[in-house]
T-cell receptor
Framework: DTAVSQTPKYLVTQMGNDKSIKCEQNLGHDTMYWYKQDSKKFLKIMFS???????INETVPNRFSPKSPDKAHLNLHINSLELGDSAVYFCASSHPTTGELFFGEGSRLTVL | AQSVAQPEDQVNVAEGNPLTVKCTYSVSGNPYLFWYVQYPNRGLQFLLK??????LVKGSYGFEAEFNKSQTSFHLKKPSALVSDSALYFC????????????FGKGTTLSVSS
């Protein structure tokens, strides 16, 4: 019974296309995140939502738009994909008191 | 602003020997510190955390970490390394209330040889 699940696991697309990655958590957590892991394995926070409300929006191009239809879901939509968007995108949710993050398995995006 | 430094890109150790993966942090308030491990093509798995209390924290798979406030360090240790411990290890910190994002170090690749 997967706690944080992301789909799709792999995504290969052409420059200029629009794509979405979906994330769902069944842990009952209020806060969810999107992290980007680049080719050097650096992990960078992109967005954070608390109970459907955006609370962190780091310096990310506005081509990236998160959407949270309810507190168990946080989706990431990317417009006009660029080569530099190629990365692994991780969804996570956090324990309400310790802040421990629970990660999905990642979505590897390759832009050609 | 909070930050985390992992000074070593790679740590090599022979199976059966003790291992240490270093981490130092910078926060303005009380730190909440975490270690995660990432195996190839997988998500990050939680190993252990320091929130408050004993400075020596024990976690999964025989790992432990020692919180040292004066040196602002939170080094990961294991008394006897296994080949299966070979992976990418991340130290992370947050300050303040739960719901703020974890800030991750750049990661340290641990390679354990048989």
């Amino acid at each position: 019974d997967t706690a944080v699940s992301q789909t799709p696991k792999y995504l290969v697309t052409q420059m200029g296309n629009d794509k979405s990655i979906k994330c769902e958590q069944n842990l009952g957590h209020d806060t969810m995140y999107w992290y980007k892991q680049d080719s050097k394995k650096f992990l960078k926070i992109m967005f954070s939502y608390n109970n459907k409300e955006l609370i962190i929006n780091e310096t990310v191009p506005n081509r990236f738009s998160p959407k949270s239809p309810d507190k168990a879901h946080l989706n990431l939509h990317i417009n006009s994909l660029e080569l530099g968007d190629s990365a692994v995108y991780f969804c996570a949710s956090s324990h309400p008191t310790t802040g421990e993050l629970f990660f999905g398995e990642g979505s590897r995006l390759t832009v050609l | 602003a909070q930050s985390v430094a992992q000074p070593e890109d790679q740590v090599n150790v022979a199976e059966g020997n003790p291992l240490t993966v270093k981490c130092t942090y910078s926060v303005s308030g009380n730190p909440y510190l975490f270690w995660y491990v990432q195996y190839p093509n997988r998500g990050l798995q939680f190993l252990l955390k320091y929130i408050t209390g004993d400075n020596l924290v024990k976690g999964s798979y025989g790992f432990e970490a020692e919180f040292n406030k004066s040196q602002t360090s939170f080094h990961l240790k294991k008394p006897s390394a296994l080949v299966s411990d070979s992976a990418l290890y991340f130290c992370a910190v947050r300050e303040g209330q739960a719901g703020t994002a974890l800030i991750f170090g750049k990661g340290t690749t641990l390679s354990v040889s048989s």
